[in-house]
């Protein structure tokens, strides 16, 4: 089961490794902060490259 994550899910992505709930949450964060007041229409992937591959 775990080769088959691998092979399947994993392959195709840059960083290997599944995305957490924390990292989005790190996201959520930094887009409700000031440091994000300029980003504005746009989506932000956080998927270890997923949508890149």
Known sequence: EEQ???????????????????QIAGTALFLCSDHAENITGTSIAVDGGWTAA
């Open 4 to 22: 088959v994550k691998h092979d399947v899910l994993l392959a195709p992505q840059w960083t290997k490794k599944f995305t957490t709930v924390e």
